[in-house]
Protein backbone atom coordinates (compact mmCIF):
# COMPACT_ATOMS: atom_id res chain seq x y z
CA UNK A 1 0.00 0.00 0.00
CA UNK A 2 1.76 3.24 -1.00
CA UNK A 3 2.07 6.25 1.51
CA UNK A 4 2.27 9.76 0.51
CA UNK A 5 4.22 10.48 -2.39
CA UNK A 6 5.41 13.55 -3.24
CA UNK A 7 7.31 15.49 -6.32
CA UNK A 8 9.41 16.75 -7.42
CA UNK A 9 12.03 15.52 -4.51
CA UNK A 10 14.20 18.18 -5.04
CA UNK A 11 14.26 21.76 -6.57
CA UNK A 12 16.14 24.63 -7.77
CA UNK A 13 14.06 27.84 -8.46
CA UNK A 14 15.34 31.27 -9.08
CA UNK A 15 13.84 34.56 -7.35
CA UNK A 16 10.92 35.79 -8.48
CA UNK A 17 9.78 32.72 -10.41
CA UNK A 18 6.70 30.55 -9.84
CA UNK A 19 6.84 26.54 -8.66
CA UNK A 20 4.72 23.59 -8.31
CA UNK A 21 4.67 20.44 -5.57
CA UNK A 22 2.68 17.83 -5.96
CA UNK A 23 1.11 15.18 -3.17
CA UNK A 24 -0.80 11.53 -3.80
CA UNK A 25 -1.90 10.79 -0.18
CA UNK A 26 -1.90 7.17 0.87
CA UNK A 27 -4.63 4.78 -0.38
CA UNK A 28 -7.81 5.35 1.50
CA UNK A 29 -7.41 9.06 2.71
CA UNK A 30 -9.30 12.31 0.82
CA UNK A 31 -7.79 15.16 2.92
CA UNK A 32 -4.80 16.80 2.32
CA UNK A 33 -2.21 19.25 4.22
CA UNK A 34 0.60 21.04 3.68
CA UNK A 35 3.43 22.02 5.81
CA UNK A 36 6.64 24.43 5.52
CA UNK A 37 9.79 23.25 7.36
CA UNK A 38 12.57 25.49 7.21
CA UNK A 39 15.97 24.20 8.00
CA UNK A 40 16.20 23.52 11.88
CA UNK A 41 12.56 24.44 12.59
CA UNK A 42 9.46 21.87 13.00
CA UNK A 43 6.82 22.26 10.56
CA UNK A 44 4.75 24.90 9.77
CA UNK A 45 0.96 24.47 8.85
CA UNK A 46 0.11 25.93 5.37
CA UNK A 47 -3.40 24.63 4.55
CA UNK A 48 -5.60 21.84 4.16
CA UNK A 49 -7.78 20.51 1.17
CA UNK A 50 -10.94 18.25 1.80
CA UNK A 51 -13.30 17.73 -1.35
CA UNK A 52 -11.22 19.99 -3.48
CA UNK A 53 -11.99 23.39 -1.50
CA UNK A 54 -9.68 24.81 1.18
CA UNK A 55 -10.61 24.62 4.70
CA UNK A 56 -8.24 25.83 7.08
CA UNK A 57 -5.20 27.86 6.47
CA UNK A 58 -2.40 28.56 8.49
CA UNK A 59 -0.48 32.17 8.58
CA UNK A 60 1.00 32.33 4.79
CA UNK A 61 0.39 34.61 2.54
CA UNK A 62 -1.78 34.78 -0.97
CA UNK A 63 1.81 33.70 -2.83
CA UNK A 64 0.84 30.25 -1.41
CA UNK A 65 -1.96 28.41 -3.14
CA UNK A 66 -3.35 24.94 -3.84
CA UNK A 67 -5.77 23.15 -5.23
CA UNK A 68 -6.86 19.40 -4.60
CA UNK A 69 -8.42 17.30 -7.57
CA UNK A 70 -11.26 14.71 -7.85
CA UNK A 71 -8.92 11.98 -7.01
CA UNK A 72 -7.80 13.46 -3.85
CA UNK A 73 -3.60 14.29 -5.01
CA UNK A 74 -3.18 17.76 -4.39
CA UNK A 75 -0.64 20.79 -5.43
CA UNK A 76 1.34 22.97 -3.62
CA UNK A 77 1.78 26.95 -5.80
CA UNK A 78 4.19 29.31 -4.84
CA UNK A 79 4.23 32.63 -6.59
CA UNK A 80 6.83 35.28 -6.39
CA UNK A 81 9.24 33.60 -4.98
CA UNK A 82 11.42 34.81 -2.01
CA UNK A 83 14.82 33.17 -1.08
CA UNK A 84 13.46 33.07 2.33
CA UNK A 85 10.58 30.49 0.71
CA UNK A 86 13.45 27.89 0.77
CA UNK A 87 12.25 24.99 2.92
CA UNK A 88 11.49 21.07 2.72
CA UNK A 89 7.75 21.01 1.76
CA UNK A 90 6.13 18.04 3.57
CA UNK A 91 2.16 16.22 2.22
CA UNK A 92 0.26 14.90 5.05
CA UNK A 93 -3.04 13.14 3.80
CA UNK A 94 -5.74 11.76 6.39
CA UNK A 95 -9.04 10.40 6.79
CA UNK A 96 -11.93 12.26 6.12
CA UNK A 97 -12.59 15.98 8.06
CA UNK A 98 -14.48 16.21 11.02
CA UNK A 99 -14.08 12.68 12.56
CA UNK A 100 -12.59 11.52 15.84
CA UNK A 101 -8.79 10.90 16.37
CA UNK A 102 -6.64 9.97 13.47
CA UNK A 103 -3.27 8.62 14.27
CA UNK A 104 -3.05 7.83 10.40
CA UNK A 105 -2.32 11.15 9.62
CA UNK A 106 0.54 10.27 7.29
CA UNK A 107 3.57 12.58 6.07
CA UNK A 108 5.32 12.12 2.63
CA UNK A 109 9.07 12.77 2.96
CA UNK A 110 8.69 16.28 1.20
CA UNK A 111 10.26 18.42 -1.67
CA UNK A 112 13.48 20.28 -0.91
CA UNK A 113 13.05 23.74 -2.68
CA UNK A 114 15.97 25.86 -2.98
CA UNK A 115 15.23 29.38 -3.65
CA UNK A 116 18.94 31.53 -5.66
CA UNK B 1 2.11 28.57 18.52
CA UNK B 2 3.28 25.24 19.86
CA UNK B 3 1.25 24.29 23.55
CA UNK B 4 4.05 21.54 24.34
CA UNK B 5 7.63 22.38 26.02
CA UNK B 6 10.35 19.80 25.54
CA UNK B 7 14.13 19.72 26.02
CA UNK B 8 16.33 20.82 22.77
CA UNK B 9 18.63 17.68 23.06
CA UNK B 10 18.74 14.54 24.59
CA UNK B 11 21.50 11.81 24.72
CA UNK B 12 20.87 7.84 25.04
CA UNK B 13 23.12 4.98 25.12
CA UNK B 14 22.41 2.21 22.41
CA UNK B 15 20.38 -0.35 24.05
CA UNK B 16 18.92 1.62 27.33
CA UNK B 17 15.90 3.33 27.52
CA UNK B 18 15.52 6.63 26.29
CA UNK B 19 12.71 8.70 28.45
CA UNK B 20 11.60 11.58 26.50
CA UNK B 21 9.60 14.34 28.58
CA UNK B 22 7.26 17.28 27.18
CA UNK B 23 4.86 19.56 29.29
CA UNK B 24 1.34 20.81 28.27
CA UNK B 25 0.32 22.39 30.88
CA UNK B 26 -2.28 23.85 29.12
CA UNK B 27 -3.60 20.68 27.08
CA UNK B 28 -7.69 20.76 26.72
CA UNK B 29 -9.73 17.98 28.07
CA UNK B 30 -10.50 16.85 24.23
CA UNK B 31 -6.86 17.49 23.34
CA UNK B 32 -4.94 13.96 22.40
CA UNK B 33 -0.93 13.78 23.34
CA UNK B 34 0.76 12.75 19.80
CA UNK B 35 4.31 11.68 19.24
CA UNK B 36 5.69 11.96 16.06
CA UNK B 37 9.30 11.62 14.66
CA UNK B 38 11.33 13.17 12.02
CA UNK B 39 14.60 10.83 10.93
CA UNK B 40 17.10 13.55 8.78
CA UNK B 41 15.53 14.43 5.72
CA UNK B 42 12.89 12.49 5.97
CA UNK B 43 8.79 13.32 6.82
CA UNK B 44 7.60 13.54 10.80
CA UNK B 45 6.91 9.35 11.49
CA UNK B 46 3.51 9.00 13.69
CA UNK B 47 4.83 7.10 17.03
CA UNK B 48 1.70 6.57 19.56
CA UNK B 49 -0.79 9.07 20.40
CA UNK B 50 -3.32 8.65 23.75
CA UNK B 51 -5.64 10.83 25.85
CA UNK B 52 -5.18 10.08 29.57
CA UNK B 53 -4.50 5.97 29.78
CA UNK B 54 -0.83 5.12 29.12
CA UNK B 55 -0.40 3.48 25.80
CA UNK B 56 2.00 0.99 24.30
CA UNK B 57 2.67 0.17 20.64
CA UNK B 58 5.50 -1.97 19.30
CA UNK B 59 7.62 1.43 18.69
CA UNK B 60 6.96 2.95 22.09
CA UNK B 61 4.83 3.66 25.39
CA UNK B 62 3.46 6.70 26.13
CA UNK B 63 2.67 7.57 30.19
CA UNK B 64 0.67 10.25 30.49
CA UNK B 65 0.16 12.03 34.00
CA UNK B 66 -3.12 11.47 35.82
CA UNK B 67 -3.21 15.49 35.43
CA UNK B 68 -2.64 15.01 31.66
CA UNK B 69 0.24 18.25 31.90
CA UNK B 70 2.61 16.08 31.40
CA UNK B 71 3.83 13.11 29.13
CA UNK B 72 6.68 10.68 28.52
CA UNK B 73 8.01 9.11 25.77
CA UNK B 74 9.55 5.59 26.17
CA UNK B 75 11.76 3.73 23.61
CA UNK B 76 12.35 0.71 25.88
CA UNK B 77 15.52 -0.26 24.02
CA UNK B 78 16.83 2.69 21.49
CA UNK B 79 19.10 1.65 18.67
CA UNK B 80 21.20 3.92 16.58
CA UNK B 81 18.53 4.15 13.89
CA UNK B 82 16.43 6.16 16.60
CA UNK B 83 18.55 8.99 16.29
CA UNK B 84 16.19 11.99 15.28
CA UNK B 85 13.67 14.84 16.44
CA UNK B 86 11.03 13.73 18.34
CA UNK B 87 8.19 16.52 18.12
CA UNK B 88 5.28 15.70 21.20
CA UNK B 89 2.02 17.39 20.09
CA UNK B 90 -1.69 18.55 21.62
CA UNK B 91 -4.54 17.94 19.35
CA UNK B 92 -8.06 18.26 19.37
CA UNK B 93 -10.30 14.67 18.34
CA UNK B 94 -11.01 16.13 15.16
CA UNK B 95 -9.57 15.06 11.79
CA UNK B 96 -9.60 18.72 10.24
CA UNK B 97 -7.25 20.02 13.01
CA UNK B 98 -3.62 20.20 12.03
CA UNK B 99 -1.00 19.74 14.06
CA UNK B 100 1.04 22.51 15.40
CA UNK B 101 5.07 21.35 15.75
CA UNK B 102 7.51 23.25 18.35
CA UNK B 103 10.89 22.63 17.64
CA UNK B 104 11.05 19.12 19.53
CA UNK B 105 13.48 17.13 21.13
CA UNK B 106 17.27 16.09 18.98
CA UNK B 107 17.69 12.80 20.12
CA UNK B 108 21.09 10.95 19.34
CA UNK B 109 21.70 7.64 20.23
CA UNK B 110 25.20 6.50 21.15
CA UNK B 111 27.16 3.52 20.34
Known amino acids: DAGVTQSPTHLIKTRGQQVTLRCSPK?????VSWYQQALGQGPQFIFQYYEEEERQRGNFPDRFSGHQFPNYSSELNVNALLLGDSALYLCASSLTYGRGPNYGYTFGSGTRLTVV | DAKTTQPTSMDCAEGRAANLPCNHS???????VYWYRQIHSQGPQYIIH???NNETNEMASLIITEDRKSSTLILPHATLRDTAVYYC????????????FGPGTRLSVLP
Open chain 1, 27 to 31: SGHDT
Open chain 2, 89 to 100: IVRPDNYGQNFV
Open chain 2, 26 to 32: TISGNEY
Open chain 2, 50 to 52: GLK
